[in-house]
């Protein structure tokens, strides 16, 4: 579950028929056997939820978005730095490799 965290996304409220493995972040206002466990990943193990506290540092790839989750004072999903334009002296070519970089940071699911 915390060894290669991939999580289904985020949710509040458990799903009525998990799959077995299958992983969450718990949402701000969780209900039922998540009750006071904002923040946690809950697995879905033999039959039962099991939580697991993150730590700061803490990446998950939620499947949902194809994103990365980072936890630092909560889940902080990561944002592409904006894409530079305009300007009195434009450089093509370092625009042109700032483009590239973003896009594949975006391709590997580290920005949205």
Known sequence: MLLN????G???VPPAEPTSGACY???EQPTDE???LADA????IDGQWTFASPSPGLAVHEKSSGTSLLYSNGWQRLEAPTT???GDV????ARTAIEELVALLRQRGLFA
């Open 84 to 86: 530079p334009s305009g």
């Open 25 to 27: 972040i718990v949402g």
């Open 5 to 8: 965290p991939v999580v289904e």
């Open 90 to 93: 434009v450089d093509a070519q």
């Open 34 to 36: 998540w009750a006071g």
């Open 41 to 44: 990943i809950a697995g879905w």
């Open 10 to 12: 985020i949710l509040s």
